[in-house]
T-cell receptor, first 110, second 109 residues
Framework: NAGVTQTPKFQVLKTGQSMTLQCAQDMNHEYMSWYRQDPGMGLRLIHYSVGAGITDQGEVPNGYNVSRSTTEDFPLRLLSAAPSQTSVYFC?????????FGSGTQLSVL | AQRVTQPEKLLSVFKGAPVELKCNYSYSGSPELFWYVQYSRQRLQLLLRHISRESIKGFTADLNKGETSFHLKKPFAQEEDSAMYYCALKSGSARQLTFGSGTQLTVLP
C-alpha cells in the first residue's frame, strides 16, 4: 500500500499560470479532501469528495476546482494562479474517523 | 460555525518536564476531537482521538465539555516529541475536520 500519493512535491508558478496537483490513494477510501497549510492558520479545507462523482466546497474553495471521476484520484486544479495561493497543499483520504495524509506539495506563485 | 483555537504557536520545554498543549473549541453540538502530529519531514498523522480514551506515546487528552477544551498532556516530555501538533474537530455527521492553527513543540535536551 502506497497510501496517499501527491505529486509534485514542489512547484513554482508565475501569476496567471494554471496547473493541477495530483492526488491518488490505493486504500479504496470513499472520502478525499484537499487542505492548504499556511503559517499561523493551520490547515484549511479547500474541497472534499464523499465518493466518485461527488464533490463539495470547503472553507476556502475560491480559485480551485476539483473533480472525482474515480475512487482513487482527486486532482486539484488552479485555473489562474495568484500569489495568495502560495502554500503547502495536503491531500487526505479517510476511513472512518481517521484521515490519512499525503506528503504535501509546496507551491510558490510568483 | 465551529472553531478550534490553539493559543500557543510555539512551546518549549526541557526533556523530562511535563507538557500541555492547549486546545479549545466552539461547537454547539456533540463534538469529536482529535490530535494530529507532524514530525519533521514526515506526514501529518493521527495521534489520538477522544472517543478512544487512549494513551499514545505517553500522550493523553481529555475532553472537557464544560470548558470546551481538549488539552494534550504528557507527564515527561522526550526530545522525539518535538513536532507540530494540530487539534481538530469533527462536527456532527460531516467527515471533514476543522483544524486549529497548530503548536510547534520543541523539547530541549
Amino acid at each position: 500500500n502506497a497510501g496517499v500519493t501527491q505529486t509534485p512535491k514542489f512547484q513554482v508558478l508565475k501569476t496567471g499560470q494554471s496547473m493541477t496537483l495530483q492526488c491518488a490513494q490505493d486504500m479504496n477510501h470513499e472520502y478525499m479532501s484537499w487542505y492548504r497549510q499556511d503559517p499561523g492558520m493551520g490547515l484549511r479545507l479547500i474541497h472534499y469528495s464523499v465518493g466518485a462523482g461527488i464533490t463539495d466546497q470547503g472553507e476556502v474553495p475560491n480559485g480551485y476546482n476539483v473533480s472525482r471521476s474515480t475512487t482513487e484520484d482527486f486532482p486539484l486544479r488552479l485555473l489562474s494562479a495568484a500569489p495568495s495561493q502560495t502554500s503547502v497543499y495536503f491531500c487526505a483520504s479517510s476511513y472512518g474517523q481517521k484521515l490519512f495524509f499525503g506528503s504535501g506539495t509546496q507551491l510558490s506563485v510568483l | 460555525a465551529q472553531r478550534v483555537t490553539q493559543p500557543e504557536k510555539l512551546l518549549s520545554v526541557f526533556k523530562g518536564a511535563p507538557v500541555e498543549l492547549k486546545c479549545n473549541y466552539s461547537y454547539s453540538g456533540s463534538p469529536e476531537l482529535f490530535w494530529y502530529v507532524q514530525y519533521s519531514r514526515q506526514r501529518l498523522q493521527l495521534l489520538l482521538r477522544h472517543i478512544s480514551r487512549e494513551s499514545i506515546k505517553g500522550f493523553t487528552a481529555d475532553l472537557n465539555k464544560g470548558e470546551t477544551s481538549f488539552h494534550l498532556k504528557k507527564p515527561f516530555a522526550q526530545e522525539e516529541d518535538s513536532a507540530m501538533y494540530y487539534c481538530a474537530l469533527k462536527s456532527g455527521s460531516a467527515r471533514q475536520l476543522t483544524f486549529g492553527s497548530g503548536t510547534q513543540l520543541t523539547v530541549l535536551p
